[in-house]
């Protein structure tokens, strides 16, 4: 049976390229707003074409399209896509138009390719196959597929709050994955929290003179001897209880972790450093990339950084933080004790902006929908997944913890360049991606 699906795919996935390349079309930038109802339209129209029942739920942001198979199996997958992408900026870096898919090569390129319009038309396809083939298909399926991802999810806890029941399942698809620096394919079962704040300091009601700096106050220095309060040279944050509550890593995510290779010597070529912070190597270096907190500035604005000299006192200025959160870390808490810190330092003309914050979640290392996932993997890929515990970076998993074990794989691959000009995937990930999905929905049916 499954010979014939995977026969499918082979003979059409031409088809399913320029199933991408529609939706690819849509520039549906989530931090611009625009072309969110036609992408969500599209999506929808995409679901109901593999004979699935949609619904598009309106929430305070851009809207969440829902899909749903329900054969009355026993069993049900549930897959988690985005259909909003990154901005293309800057476009003159891009060697063909971000928003017309092009296929050069062995690859596709365009905007959202990798993250994650194509991992989308991968799960898509798979369930095409058992339809074009005349198979049946033995699991319940349900997709949902939001559109602010790339802005941080703001308003995807009103759909889950509204849904909770609906989103229950035995295994659950989130999206993004794929081959990593050494070719094979990784899984990545969890994603860290965020907390992201402004902070801002108005010492001045205007800019003055900079000959004034003997006797009025500087917004500038405020705001740098705020930041520099946080973190010292050692890289230890000061906020008092910041380390409190973590759960270091288990014994299963360490012995995980243990095969993976960091590939030390190409991470520092590629940034063109020396060393990592503080001289971090093998296990120190693994265990903080995989359970480490940070705080980060992303970025200061004050006075003039125009061309020449302008002698000037400004009398504003802010910084963008963000705080990596790790399980047992709660970003309510981080605040509070932020500003507690900065009380306590005499920093209270410091004002605190909040821009978004949600926890770090997990699916163990051990669960049974892993193995099975890497099981499926390996009779297309021919390998093991990679178990990365973590993701070093976050997502809005946490939402779906309790409901549903899920595990991030998809179509990309260590070239992919997501967020950046050309993204791209292999065409040869793209359709293996797609068998992978039909071997995991035939195996989920003895699950
Ligand atoms: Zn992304």
């Known amino acids: 049976m499954t010979e014939d699906l995977l026969a499918f795919i082979d003979q059409t996935v031409d088809d399913a390229i320029q199933d991408l390349g529609r939706l690819i079309a849509l520039p549906s930038v989530a ?8 992408t969500a339209q599209l999506v929808a129209e995409m679901l ?18 829902t899909g749903e198979i329900d054969v009355g199996a026993e069993r049900t997958l549930l897959c988690y896509d985005h259909y909003d992408v990154q901005p293309a900026e800057p476009f003159d870096l891009w060697e063909s138009p971000p928003f017309e898919m092009s296929v050069r090569g062995d690859r596709i390129y365009g905007r959202g390719v990798a993250d994650n319009k194509g991992d989308f038309v991968t799960r898509l ?4 196959a058992f339809q074009e083939t005349g198979t049946e298909i033995p699991v319940n399926l349900k997709f949902v597929v939001e559109g602010e991802e790339e802005i941080s999810s703001p308003h995807l806890y009103e759909f889950v709050e509204d849904n909770r029941e609906w989103l229950k399942a035995d295994g659950g698809i989130w999206e993004f994955g794929g081959s990593g620096i050494d070719g094979k394919q990784e899984a990545w079962l969890g994603l860290k929290g965020i907390l992201y704040v402004q902070l801002e300091v108005e010492a001045l009601s205007h800019d003055a003179h900079s000959s004034l700096a003997c006797v009025l106050p ?7 001897w705020a930041l520099s309060s946080l973190k010292g040279a050692d890289e230890h944050i000061m906020i008092d209880d910041f380390y409190d509550g973590i759960k270091p890593l288990t014994h299963a995510e360490l012995e995980a972790l243990s095969i993976i290779e960091m590939r030390e010597e190409d991470v520092k070529k590629h940034y ?3 060393s990592f912070i503080l001289g971090l190597e093998g296990d120190e270096l693994k265990e903080r990339y995989y359970n480490g907190p940070t705080c980060n500035i992303c970025g200061i604005d004050t006075g003039y950084q125009g061309e020449g000299s302008k002698t000037v006192l400004p009398a504003k200025a802010t910084a963008k933080i963000d705080f990596r959160l790790v399980e047992g870390m709660d970003p309510d808490t981080v605040l509070k004790g932020l500003r507690i810190h900065l009380d306590q330092h005499g920093f209270s003309d410091v004002k605190i902006a909040w821009h978004e914050g949600y926890p770090a979640a997990k699916t163990p290392v051990g669960h049974p929908f892993v193995e099975l996932v890497s099981k499926a993997n390996e009779e297309v890929f021919g390998h093991r997944l990679t178990l ?23 179509c990309g691959d260590f070239e992919s360049r997501a967020h950046s000009p050309n993204e791209t ?8 991606t797609i068998k992978r999905m039909v071997v995991l929905i035939e195996m989920m049916k003895d699950y």
């Open 31 to 38: 931090a611009k707003g625009e072309h969110m109802e036609e």
């Open 48 to 65: 109901r074409g593999v004979g699935s029942e949609t619904k598009i739920h309106e929430t305070s942001g851009c809207p969440v399209v």
């Open 125 to 128: 396809w798979a369930v095409k």
């Open 218 to 224: 500087s917004a500038a220095s405020r705001l740098v």
């Open 272 to 274: 063109g450093i020396t």
């Open 388 to 410: 990365q515990p973590t993701s070093p970076g976050s997502g809005p998993l946490y939402l779906f913890d309790a409901l549903v074990p899920m595990v991030s794989i998809g």
């Open 425 to 432: 995937i292999l065409i040869d990930n793209f359709q293996k």
